[in-house]
């Protein structure tokens, strides 16, 4: 089964057992895994792209919740958390911070980086070896942490 079919079973499980905020947040998640669809016409969507796509919201979903943190606005701050955790369980599990930093060490010692500059290329190659399960701003952090 796909991502994007477990989304869909999830949002009838959701609806038969009368969770409502749930349901709500796969929802919209559905709902932006379509307008990917309709951006990629005429190919299919794949299930890297849903989880591209899942990635982009938890994101956002992250920065909402600094700002309304700043902002102290407790109520939105826990719809956040708890949308948040439904978009968490559609994604790979994530590597530790352990394991990104050898694959950076790794990705330095190959490609001989020494300075600032090169950084892009590092962070590049890192988040290919990772195929998804690591964060970006934490491979950002730890590469630019290495090389200064």
């Known amino acids: 089964m796909g991502l994007k079919e477990k989304i869909l079973d999830d949002i ?6 009368r969770q409502a905020e749930r349901l709500a ?11 990917r669809e309709i951006e990629l016409r005429p190919n299919a969507i794949t299930d890297q792209e849903v989880i591209g796509v899942i990635k982009k919201l938890a994101k956002q979903r992250k920065d909402s919740i600094s700002e309304f ?7 939105l701050i826990d719809k956040e958390k708890f949308e948040l955790g439904v978009l968490e369980e559609y994604l790979p599990a994530q590597m530790s911070a352990e394991q990104v930093a050898t694959i950076v060490d790794e990705v330095i010692k190959a490609q001989g980086a020494t ?19 690591a964060d970006g701003k934490t491979v950002s952090d730890l590469v630019k942490s290495k090389l200064t």
Not at 12 to 17: Q, V
Not at 25 to 35: D, E, H, P, T
Not at 69 to 75: C, M, N
């Open 25 to 35: 947040a796969v929802r919209f998640l559905q709902s932006a895994i379509k307008y």
């Open 115 to 133: 300075t600032m500059k090169q950084m892009g290329g590092v962070v590049k190659e890192v988040m290919a070896r990772t195929g998804g399960q």
């Open 69 to 75: 943190e700043k902002a102290g606005r407790q109520d």
């Open 12 to 17: 009838k499980a959701a609806m038969k057992s």
